[in-house]
Every structure is written in structure tokens, then in C-alpha cells.
């Protein structure tokens, strides 16, 4: 293997932090609190608490990455904690999932938010289905991955003003909205009346019924991101060290913000019209506290943030056929390890993996126009984020719980974290999962179906020669 083949380290710690907030911070938290708000079945503090509870389950995860991050360190984190701890053929196996179902996927449920928020900021009546949304998605995941192949260090620059176009309305929203709905406005009473007649209606128009374990899954697309950022560990300097710090820090200001923004949006806006239409109703939160041209505003700061994310996840999946060729595994090792001579990026490996994510975008049209026939009575729909998020949890238990058996008598890891951690850790993915099957076992008997037969196809590509 050779030495131009290999990403050098160039990002500082505030960098790194940038990065895991980048990743994190998207269209899922814009996109997130209706659902939230009808799965607690209305009530605004019970919605609080499946936010909280949500961040706390998907702390102990972040925390035990972050003690994996000190001891294991090579190119792609995901794959390199698999490797290490359970075997390389489950280390390719999440290799594998990363590039072909979680960040290409991603890939394409973000561009698809991003061109429905631009249709309803053009005036649009149809903001899923129409030609215009899925013209104007195809050419945002176009237009995001030929700026990350001819200047890849643009987007990077890019990110950080994304970043903070991404918290501008969220920090707005969790400061002002939270003070005049919950200590100036009358804001709190006028929104949750009638809430139990709101929540009746929605069911009988053809939604599922409301649970708190649906709630806290529902959290988990918006808290979607901070995996992907450990695909740079390789590129942050002393990751080590640094890069635990990144994820804690980075998750924990994630967390604040969205407990703020959900507040501040229920207690200023319409919390049927929320429940019922999450794009309406908190374009109208934001009007009721900063005018009607606050709509237009916000719906571009939702634009800039679905990009931003957009921008993010390209860099993330166009490394990861790349973490597989360097190992010598996957579909043409020794093309996808090359790096571009001007550029340093992954050719190969990001044009492979935008391709997968247009074949996902396929899916999301499936789902909006019948595709996918009838099950348990009702219209199914391949929901991307929950069969990505429902097969990183199943992934991650055996990395956790086989930690502890290679660690047990290893005193350079302290008592709490090779024992609690790890168990706290694969708790909370084990409790994410159920969630998803108490709220609807159909579908998470499809997405395990899915993921066996891509897993078989696969290691169809499993080979053992190392690439030059």
C-alpha cells in the first residue's frame, strides 16, 4: 500500500466539534416535532421527555464510541470498532451497511426534505410527490457531489457557515419562543386545548396510534448524524483524544438545542396543524413570534440546513468503499482505494456510493405512490431513516457486549467503562429497537428481511487480497 493512498490528519478539536455538530444538526429536527408531538399523543412535556430520553439512550452509544475512539484508530471508525472487536468478516459486514444502507440512504432522504421545503417555499401545493420535488432532489445530490469531487475543500469551508445557518433558527426559536410561550404568552393553555379530540381525528384518518416508545424512536432521525463523523477519524489531529471529545460535546449541545426548539415551537404554534402537517405548522410557530415574512425565512434557513447535512453525509459516504479497499475487501479494491492526485478524495468510492443513494431515491418515490402494496391493513411505506437507524442498533449490541469479554481484565480501562458503559450502551440500542417493533413489528420484519438479503449480496464481494 502506498503512502498517496492515505488521508492525512488535518482537523483541530473545534473542527472536529463543527463536524460532529454538522452532522448531526439537519432537516430531521425541522422535520421531527410533529411526529414526536402526535407519537406522545399531544402532550407537549411528554414529547420533552422522549427527546431527553431519546438523547440520554443515544448518549451511553456516543459515550461508549468515544472510549472505542482511544483504543482503536485506523480509517473509518464504524468499521474499524467492528473489526477490532468482533472479527474482520463483521467489520466488513458494517462496512458494508454504511455504504450501501445508511449514508447512501441518507444521502437521499435528506436531498428529498430539502427539494419538499423548496417546493413549499416556491408555492407548491404537492411538496412530496411532484415531478418539481424529485427534479430539484436529484439535482441538489448532483450538484452536492460534483462541488465534493472538483473542490472538496470548499464544502468543508462551506460547513461551517451552514452550521450556524442551521442554528439560527433553531437557537431563535429555543430562546425567544421558549420565553413568550412559557413565561410572557398564554401560549401553553391555548396549545394543548382540545389536544385528545386532535389526536382522534388524526387516528381516524389512517394514523397509526400514538405511543411513547414511538416518540423516542421518532427522536432518533433528528440525533441521526454523529456515526458518520467517526468515518474522520483518521483526519483529526490527536483523534485520540480528540475525537471523544468531539462526539460527547458536539451530542450534548445538539441535545440542549432541539429540548429548546421542540418547546418553542409547540407553545407558539398550532399543535394539531403541527401534528397534522409539521411544514405548516412550524412555519406558522415562527410567524406567531416573528411575523409572516419570518415563514420565508425560516423555510431557507431549512433549505441551507438540508444542504448543509446533504454536503456532510456526501463526505462521509464517499469514504466508505474507500475504508473497505484499504483493508482489500468489496467490489474492486484496488479502484476504490485510488485517491484523485489534485483533489486527495475518493473517486471511485463517492461516484459508487451517489449511484446507490439515486436507487434509494427510487424507494422514496415507491413510497409516495403505492409501490409497496398493503400490509397490516395499511398502506406500507419503507421508511428510510427507521430501517437504517433500527439496523445500526442491531449491529452495534455485539460490538458492546463482546468489548466487555475482550476487556474484562484489561486495567487500562477503568471498572465503570468496560463493564457499565458498554452494558448501559447496548441497553440502549436493544431499547431503540424495541421501540420500533412495539410501534409497528411489520415493519421492522421487513427492514431485517432487506438488510439479510443486501448483507448476502454483500459479501458476494468479500475478498482476501490486499489492495495496492
Not at 457557515?161 to 410572557?184: K, N
Not at 466508505?320 to 484523485?340: C, E, N, T, V
Not at 463517492?350 to 391493513?377: A, E, K, P
Request: with cysteine.
Amino acid at each position: 500500500m502506498t503512502g498517496k493512498n492515505i488521508l492525512k490528519r488535518q482537523y483541530s478539536l473545534p473542527v472536529a466539534i463543527c463536524i460532529v455538530v454538522g452532522f448531526i444538526v439537519g432537516t430531521g429536527i425541522f422535520w421531527r416535532p410533529g411526529r414526536v408531538l402526535y407519537q406522545s399523543g399531544g402532550d407537549m412535556w411528554m414529547g420533552v421527555l422522549a427527546w431527553v430520553v431519546g438523547g440520554l439512550v443515544i448518549s451511553a452509544c456516543v459515550y461508549m464510541f468515544a472510549i472505542m475512539a482511544r483504543r482503536y484508530e485506523r480509517i473509518h471508525g464504524m468499521v474499524d470498532y467492528a473489526e477490532a472487536i468482533v472479527g474482520k468478516k463483521y467489520g466488513y459486514l458494517a462496512g458494508w451497511f454504511f455504504c450501501v444502507m445508511y449514508q447512501t440512504a441518507g444521502y437521499a432522504i435528506i436531498a428529498w426534505i430539502s427539494a419538499s421545503f423548496t417546493a413549499t417555499l416556491a408555492g407548491h401545493e404537492n411538496v412530496t410527490n411532484s415531478p418539481f420535488v424529485f427534479f430539484i432532489a436529484c439535482f441538489y445530490m448532483a450538484i452536492v457531489f460534483v462541488l465534493n469531487y472538483l473542490a472538496p475543500k470548499l464544502p468543508m469551508r462551506l460547513n461551517t457557515f451552514t452550521v450556524l445557518a442551521r442554528l439560527v433558527p433553531l437557537i431563535a426559536m429555543g430562546t425567544v419562543g421558549v420565553v413568550l410561550g412559557l413565561f410572557i404568552g398564554d401560549s401553553v393553555p391555548a396549545a394543548t386545548s382540545g389536544i385528545g379530540d386532535g389526536v382522534a381525528a388524526l387516528i381516524s384518518e389512517g394514523m397509526s396510534e400514538p405511543s411513547f416508545f414511538g416518540a423516542v424512536y421518532a427522536t432518533v432521525f433528528a440525533y441521526n448524524g454523529w456515526q458518520a463523523a467517526v468515518a474522520f477519524n483518521s483526519e483529526i489531529n490527536n483523534s485520540k483524544r480528540n475525537l471523544p471529545i468531539a462526539l460527547l460535546a458536539g451530542f450534548l449541545i445538539v441535545v440542549v438545542i432541539y429540548v429548546l426548539y421542540f418547546i418553542g415551537v409547540v407553545t407558539n404554534g398550532d399543535t394539531y396543524q403541527l401534528m397534522q402537517n409539521n411544514q405548516l405548522g412550524t412555519r406558522n410557530a415562527f410567524v406567531n413570534i416573528f411575523g409572516s415574512q419570518a415563514s420565508y425565512v425560516i423555510l431557507v434557513f431549512v433549505i441551507i440546513s438540508g444542504l448543509g447535512i446533504l454536503n456532510m453525509c456526501c463526505m462521509g459516504m464517499s469514504r466508505s468503499l474507500y475504508a473497505l479497499a484499504r483493508r482489500g475487501k468489496g467490489p474492486a479494491p484496488d479502484r476504490m482505494i485510488q485517491l484523485d492526485p489534485a483533489t486527495g478524495v475518493p473517486v471511485c468510492s463517492m461516484v459508487t456510493c451517489v449511484g446507490i443513494s439515486f436507487i434509494w431515491m427510487m424507494v422514496i418515490y415507491g413510497n409516495h405512490n403505492g409501490w409497496f402494496g398493503i400490509l397490516d391493513g395499511r398502506v406500507f411505506r419503507f421508511d428510510l431513516p427507521d430501517f437504517y437507524n433500527m439496523i445500526f442498533f442491531l449491529l452495534i449490541i455485539p460490538i458492546f457486549i463482546i468489548f466487555i469479554f475482550k476487556n474484562r481484565r484489561n486495567r487500562e480501562i477503568s471498572l465503570f467503562n468496560r463493564f457499565i458503559t458498554p452494558l448501559l450502551a447496548a441497553g440502549g440500542a436493544g431499547f431503540m429497537i424495541f421501540s420500533l417493533i412495539s410501534s409497528s413489528h411489520v415493519h421492522a420484519a421487513v427492514y431485517g428481511g432487506v438488510f439479510v438479503v443486501l448483507g448476502v449480496v454483500g459479501f458476494l464481494f468479500w475478498k482476501g487480497k490486499q489492495a495496492r
